[in-house]
């Protein structure tokens, strides 16, 4: 897969529900190990146009193509199996099962074995099974969770959780990432050690798309930026290009105003602050 | 004449499928034991008329009362501490089923094994339907039908109270948020559905006998009525249960009384399988 | 499930094999017949154990495979004079293909709907085995099943096949203890948790379900051949709202996704209303109270995980808890 060719393209994906259209004739292009942002206001469209992209929910109209196959209509594990991996907006530990056992979840797409040679032990599947654990302790490892492997996933502190979410989406090998809100209720701290693990995930050669709140957070790491708001695709570009775009201040803040040489608003403008409020 | 009783039945069957709706709605507890208490209200009047000599309007209201206490401690005594414990569905589900299946040995051993009758609230009342005498007490029992139909459905859409218990159904913690007790509204709903079952139970008897192994027959037939009709529509368990009780009359007629009970089975997972919503109900997602 | 619990599963599961074999040793005809009771419940416990305990399934259907199974055997060898064993054998094919067959359809459910869709077909073939006395001979039933033979050797003498009931539960309870430490009971594991997650890691949430399902109809096939064999007889009664109290009383409260669960469910479920025929016509009243009372005090069963469940102090109400739990909910 080389840098820079269409991964995943949606063309004119349009949803509604029960009238609402949660998202309107958008479409977006994801380049291979690029990272690109998504942002807007809360009930832009994100988590909607999120399950469309990891077919948790099927357009009413438009096309998705991935790794250049149609694959509108296909579900989740379908997706999953073609390389694209998703992490949920709240953490979500598979409750009664330890930290090791999550990661091991996510390598059961890697078992050619069933359950005659479960049942018969073959030596296949005892090698597979060997192999895919010292995998799975690895991955553990890259993300600081080898310590708590053997406690339940649900013991975990937040922050760990967080990683755990993501080494579960990356034990999956996928091509695309999908990161739905990582950052929220990180500290500063927590915020860069997350965009460093972006950074290293897409060295490994995955597409990331991040969804998030935390403007300055994305603008660090993306490429490029889709602008979202009500449902519809207000910008999208680089990430310079959307930086300097108004409509992204409209976006957020509303149509500008006239104003004083040294309007009061300008302050939350600055690139450097965390957050911005939704209008 | 066939069509008549599979009304009257049928009428039964839709205020026991009602009763599902009903707590469903407002709690999302599917609970097996409301047929039960069809059978609790008529052999409790019987026992009052027969064995303690009460009047026969005092017997019949004891009778329902009696099935209202019962489904009011059924659900203090089991369905609050599960829900307490945060027990997942299924079990609340099964322990309705065994509470269904315990109130039968129960009332055999400490009310009557044996099947018991009435005497009917008119005596002499009877209907004469192309050539055939029915008892007029049927038409009680349809009349009741109507009548908790179209109260129920007056109280959920039209009161306060009923719309927030129908909120209240959607989830426990949202009930919270409106300041309603869910414990306490559905154990409200419960005693309620106990009587309206004891009252069909009252009605019923006088017409046929009851028998302490049929409230989980009613149970059945009942839950395949609300089914029928979309459990979340109360309307749809009453058109349920008086198409189910005219097609079994019909059934048992015309074809064989032997299969009845299977092709309501076989109707039920049907109507799950292909029509989780029912005939008549929203659209939701089957579970 | 961590270390110390599944060590203690296995003491349990080394405790059973030793009184099984002790009790064979013993020659006691009551508790070798009572014990040739517990390993067949034991088989359609562990069975349900994979659907229920593993992979979260609420199918009140393995009744229903029981039956197939017992009248199964009852019928090829009472009317097609078949070899006890290949009846037997029969009888488990059968009820392991029913429930593919008939499990299929219900994939599309979950939750409320699969337990009330599982619970109509449990009844419908019930009452069709009450009903269509011509094939299953009505609520009479089918007598004069023949016991297993071993060449010449008869094992109608019951010491003789507690040995092949005993078996069939170590098959069963290997089946179960294989699959679940390997991917397939993770992934039933996962699946019982979140399914849209599992989904989202690639595994195929339909296939994962129907597997475990089928097991569970295979296993309970062959329980419902092996009482078949064992009673010399198969009737309605058996296969009605009693049994199905009781397979789910065996997993809740043996423990969910307990290897020992079962086995301890099992036993439960027939000693102990053995101690309590005196009390004659309230036997039944008084188990089912208990069942109920197990599954309000001790929801994650007997050997299960106590952590799992609320704290025991939730059962009372608001106002006299002293102080919010740890998960910082006052209450349920």
Redesign the interface.
Known sequence: MTTGSPLLTAEHVTKAFGGVMAVHDVSLTIDAMAIHGLIGPNGAGKSTLISLLSGFARPDSGEICFDGRDVTQLGPARLARLGMARTFQAATPLAGMTVLENIQVALTIKYRSGLFSVLARTPAMRREAKALAAQARELLAVFGLLADADRPARDLPFGKLRYLEIARAVATEPKLLMLDEPAAGLNQVEVDQLAALISWVRADGVAVLLVDHDVSFLFSICDRITVLNFGKVVVSGSAAEVRGSELLREAYLGPAIPQHPDPPVAESRRPESRHLEAQ | MTLAVGIAIGSVYALVGMGYSLVYRTTGV?NFTVGSYVVLGGLGTWWLLDQAHFPYGLAVIGGIILAGAIAGAFWTL?VI???????P???V???T???G??IA??TE?LITPQAEELPPWVSGFTLHISGSDISGQYVFVIAAGLAVLAGVSLFLRQTMLGKQLRACGASRETSRLLGIHPELAGGIIMVITGLIGGLAGALITPAQSSEASMG?TFG?FG??AA?LGGLDSVAGAFLGGILLGTGQAFIDRYYTP??D??IV??L??AI??LR?NGLFGRAEH?? | MSRAWRARDGLVVAAAAVAVVMTELSGSSYWIYSLCLVGIYAVVAIGFNIALGLAGQVSFAQVAFMAVGGYATALLTTKAHADPWLALLAGTALGAALSFVLNLPFLRLSGHYLGMATLALALGVQSFAENASSITGGALGVFGVPSLTLGSFSLAVHSRFYVVVWTACALCLTVYYLTAKSHLGRAWRAIAARPDVSASLGINVSRARILALVLAGTMAALSGGLWALLLNYVAPDYFGLAMIGNIFFMVIAGGMGSLAGPLVGAAFVVLVPQEMSSLGQWQGVVLLAMLLGVLVLWPTGLLGDPRAAGSITALLPARLRAMPTRTGKAGS
């Not at chain 2, 501490?81 to 027990?87: A, E, F, G, V």
């Open positions: 599917v089991i501490p599960l829900w307490r414990r945060r027990s569905a299924y079990v589900l099964l322990s089923v065994i509470g299946a315990i040995p129960l051993l989980l059945i839950f395949a089914a032997n299969y009970e299977v089975f076989a039920l997972v799950l399988v989780p089957a579970g």
